[in-house]
């Protein structure tokens, strides 16, 4: 290297012994320059026209020209009193390919690349190859991958170019054989080791790469290490030393964990202090450490958080809760005083939304709890932009807070949201054995032309089946959020037809409802309905209708009354994937109607995230019903059935339960419901950002039961046996698409009854799992 330097000086001080005098430059000529412009070398030499100049002047001004790196070699001469310059460029680099890499995306290479001088256009320049070569190796050593090679050709291109091809060959990253931590007696081995993502190999190993080594990974494990034992009093937890061994063939890596834990510590109370300004007790209240307790760093952090939520909820969004331990060796306590700076109330100034392109603004607006020109709340923007998600109008909610020019103690609030598809749009051809002809069109959508309102209409048509119907809910009835809805319906069932059994039902009918708020998860809800039905029976049709139909008639005039109590606190109206909602719902064939019964109904479902993109939900609804006043029993077509793509998955829609006392053993449904659901969702495999796709694995149990059947039909055992209710395992995938959210699951039944009609593929439209 240094006689590299030496023979550079040479080369640069040989030109400057025939400008050893001093002379005034008239003109300056620059000779040998082929891509870099002129105005770059004379903003780079310090020589200008009119300068008297020797050879130390030179020797400097060269210098400076050298170090910009884009020269191999600078000489100086001179023609009377003008100054030559003669240069040699650095090729410029054309072009870099990259060969071998597949743990690391070219493009992040090229880009790390770039960030480091070696770029396509730019100089080149061996010295920046080098460190870079360097630099991958170590890259590819923080992956465990210590036996991989970086090798570099360079070829020569015409016009002074040159072109880079890297080569890489990454091998695999080393397998750790052993994990041993020295000095360890509160807890064992296996606990701590248990706490590592990095494990030795096993069975499970060829399924993921947890017993590779990586640097990243292992840094993180010791954190780990560290907040277990802080979690559990032993203050003085310290890791002494970590050593990573490598054996000679690069293949296996041992790793060391020197330990120190010390004694175990406990809380002897705490204090607060600075400027408290809300009441000491409301404050206090938001501390859960309790004195004599092990000491815990989690608790500490999080009655520090919980302080400052507290004060963010009061408008103190930039205060600071400092937790400070005062230890106490001898008594191996430790007392915490929280010092508060609650700084300046903030304020709102404005709230604006962004993105919502088809939702009008008022849809928005009225669903925030944070108001403008009120102090800025963290509870309240927090619970504005939930209900935003639980709308059901958008793919995403975002919220951005901004300071006011000019101002100390006023922000402004930015929700920006995705528009998504909150409702379908279907029309339909097609052919089924059962029904013939299918005829149908559905509109149904909860944010009619961006107004928030819901919107609903049908027309079906097919051998079988003919409706229409039309609903309409406006959410927002009311400024303070009570809702008010109707609807109209028209519906015709022909049971002959489907070779299901020798009947038909006509019924047409409307209502109307009103919902009220209670709180900001709970509804309440009170409707009523008239209608009309009919029944037609034919020659063959189960002994059960025909004895209800001898006993009641078959032209209905009915008055239902409707009450229901929702709890909502799920975190998305589509796909959610944490929180939980429930209902119960409680219908009345109303005295005066001809037909008196009730119905109650629960339906809930909770998700739990666990990992990642990972989440567990469990479902359930339970029903039961009965009649009431004058009426014998609970009508047939109000009986609750199981069965389906919205039910038990992988058996026919409404099959299950109790069956009729004829040939075909038609489903007749029962007055009792149970159905579970327990689902593990999970990333939609090969798609790196899956949207509107969602996965599933799940577990469907249910059926219906009669708890008062008929001595006329052995086929039905009264009362409710849940060692009788089915099940299945299945797959399914919901993907919203442009008419709505589009649904498929494939089924296996795991416990069937005698009965049983199994369907293994299902699909729907308008429902997402």
């Known amino acids: 290297m240094r006689r590299r330097l030496a023979l550079l000086w040479i080369l640069l001080l040989l030109p400057l012994a025939a400008l050893a005098d001093s002379f005034k430059v008239n003109d300056i000529r620059i000779d040998g320059l082929q891509r870099i412009d002129l105005g770059t070398v004379f903003a780079a030499f310090p020589v200008d ?6 050879e130390f002047r030179l020797s400097k001004a060269a210098r400076a020209l050298f170090a910009t790196g884009y020269f191999n070699d600078i000489r100086l001469a001179r023609d009377g009193n003008v100054l030559i310059v003669k240069v040699q460029e650095r090729p410029a680099l054309s072009k870099i390919e990259i060969e071998g890499n597949d743990v690391i995306e070219t493009d992040k290479l090229l880009d790390g690349l770039k960030n480091l001088g070696l770029a396509e256009g730019e100089v080149f320049q061996r010295a920046t190859l080098e460190r870079i070569r360097l630099e991958l190796l170590r890259l590819y050593a923080g992956q465990g991958r210590y036996g991989a090679q970086v090798d570099a050709e360079i070829e020569s291109l015409p016009e002074n170019r040159v072109g880079l091809t890297i080569r890489i060959r990454e091998g695999e990253p080393a397998a750790i054989q052993h994990i041993n931590i020295v000095g360890n007696t509160a807890f064992d081995d296996e606990t701590l080791a248990g706490l590592f993502t990095l494990k030795t190999p096993s069975f499970w190993s060829f399924f993921g790469d947890d017993s590779k080594y990586s640097r990243e990974k292992l840094s993180g494990d010791l954190e780990r290490l560290r907040s277990y034992y802080l979690d559990r009093g032993y203050i003085n937890f310290a890791i002494d030393s970590t050593q990573v061994s490598l054996t000679p063939d690069r293949k296996h890596v041992y790793i060391t964990i020197n330990v120190s834990e010390g004694e175990r510590f406990r809380f002897a109370g705490f204090e607060l202090a600075g400027d408290l300004v809300l009441p000491r007790e409301e404050l206090q209240s938001q501390v859960e450490l309790e004195s004599g307790a092990i000491f815990s760093r989690r608790a500490m952090v999080a009655s520090a958080t919980q302080l400052t939520r507290r004060l963010g909820n009061e ?22 005083t929280f010092f508060i700076n609650p700084g300046r109330r903030i304020y709102v100034r404005r709230i604006n939304f962004r993105g919502n392109t088809n939702s009008a603004d008022e849809v928005l607006r009225r669903e925030m709890r944070q108001m403008e020109a009120a102090w800025a709340s963290t509870e309240l923007m927090e619970t504005s932009k939930r209900r935003l998600e639980r709308l059901g109008y958008f793919a995403s909610v975002n919220l951005e807070t901004s300071a006011v020019p000019g101002t ?45 309102k819901q919107v609903s209409v049908a027309v079906n048509n097919s051998r079988t089946d003919t409706e229409y119907s039309f609903s309409f809910t406006d959410p927002y009835h009311t400024v303070d959020g009570v809702s008010r809805g109707f609807d109209l319906y028209y519906r015709k069932q022909d049971f002959e037809e489907g070779d299901t059994s020798d009947y038909s039902t006509d019924t047409y009918g409307g209502g109307m409802s009103f919902g009220y708020p209670i709180d900001e998860h709970q509804r309440l809800r009170f409707g009523w309905g008239l209608s009309h039905l009919s029944v037609s029976l034919g020659n063959d049709i189960p002994q059960e209708i025909s004895d209800f139909v001898d006993a009641e008639g078959d032209e209905y005039n009915q008055l239902n009354l409707t009450a229901s109590w929702s709890d909502n606190h799920l975190n998305k109206g589509l796909m959610a994937t944490d929180g939980y909602s429930q209902s119960l719902s409680l219908e009345l064939g109303a005295p005066g109607s001809d037909l008196n ?57 409404n099959s299950l339960g109790p069956r009729a006392n ?65 099940a299945s395992v299945g797959v399914g995938v919901s993907w919203l698409t442009f008419v709505g959210p589009l649904s498929f699951s494939y089924a296996v039944p795991v416990i069937e009854q005698d009965d049983d009609e199994t369907e293994a593929f299902q699909f729907a439209l308008g429902r997402s799992f």
């Not at 103690?409 to 054995?433: K, N, P, R």
């Not at 339906?603 to 990992?611: A, C, E, I, V």
Request: hydrophobic share 35%.
């Open 49 to 54: 026209v009119g300068e008297t100049v020797d």
């Open 315 to 336: 408008g103190y969004l930039q205060a600071n809760v400092n937790p400070v331990p005062d230890v106490d060796e001898a008594q191996r306590t430790v007392a915490i």
């Open 408 to 452: 100390e103690d006023q922000i402004d609030l930015e929700y920006s949201v995705e528009e998504q598809l909150s409702g379908h749009l279907s029309a339909s051809i097609g052919f089924s054995q059962e029904s013939g002809l299918l005829l149908g069109a559905n509109v149904s959508q909860k944010n009619f032309l961006g107004t928030g």
């Open 662 to 726: 004829n040939l075909g053993r038609d489903p007749l449904g029962g007055n009792a419901l149970v159905e579970g659901s327990m689902e593990l969702i999970f990333p939609f495999p090969f798609v790196e950002d899956p949207g509107g796709l969602r996965s599933l694995l799940y577990l469907d149990v249910g059926s219906v039961f009669d708890t008062s059947c008929l001595s006329s039909n052995p086929n039905c055992d009264s009362g409710i046996a849940l060692d009788e209710m089915s």
């Open 597 to 653: 019964f009730w119905k109650l109904r629960y339906r809930g479902q909770r998700y739990f995230p666990l990992t990642g993109d990972w989440v567990l939900s469990l479902r359930t609804e339970l029903g039961y019903a009965d009649s009431m006043g004058n009426t014998s029993e609970l009508p047939f077509f109000e009986h609750f059935y199981a069965g389906g793509f919205n039910s038990v998955r992988g058996f026919k829609s």
